[in-house]
């Protein structure tokens, strides 16, 4: 596995959890990641589905890998934001930070930090200008490790 790569192998295994969006919907969250391409590439699998009727919610697909430049970047399949290329934002070395503009033009924001022997998975997108505009869409859910890869 790349050395860029080896800080996201300690999450490689399916997670959920539950919680709401930002207009109150409840969901289920599911997250599985797994290496691929002879570990060359992180796969992140995240489906919300809402908590009482199944509905997907939300669907992404996400695939970390090293660029050409050296650099770490996310290709995104999403159900609601198109594809989007997101460049990996290191903060922390306990959490995964990514953003990137999707096809319509929002900034997205994604985090993954280790909290409480789980991930806090945290989202949020919003328009790109002005710098401070309200979130249009919001999740935060506390995942738990189901099953260890």
């Known amino acids: 596995m790349l050395n860029k790569l080896k800080p996201f ?6 997670w959920t959890g539950k919680g709401e969006t930002l ?8 997250m599985v990641v797994r290496p ?7 796969e992140f699998e995240i489906q919300s589905q809402h ?11 996400g695939l970390s890998a090293v660029d050409p430049d050296g650099e770490l970047r996310m290709a995104v399949s999403s159900t609601l934001h198109g594809s989007i290329i997101m460049r990996h934002t290191p903060e922390d070395p306990d959490a995964g930070a990514i953003d990137g503009v999707s096809v319509s033009g929002y ?26 505009a309200e979130p249009i869409g919001y999740t935060n859910i506390m995942l738990k490790r ?3 890869a």
């Open 9 to 14: 192998s300690a999450w490689i295994g399916e």
């Open 23 to 30: 207009k109150g919907v409840p969901v289920t969250t599911r």
């Open 36 to 42: 691929r391409l002879a570990d060359a590439v992180i």
């Open 51 to 61: 908590a009482e009727t199944g509905a997907l919610v939300h669907g992404v697909i």
């Open 107 to 132: 900034r997205v924001i994604v985090s993954l930090v280790e909290q409480e022997g789980g991930l806090m998975l945290t989202s949020y997108w919003k328009k790109e200008l002005p710098a401070d």
């Open 146 to 148: 189901v099953v260890r």
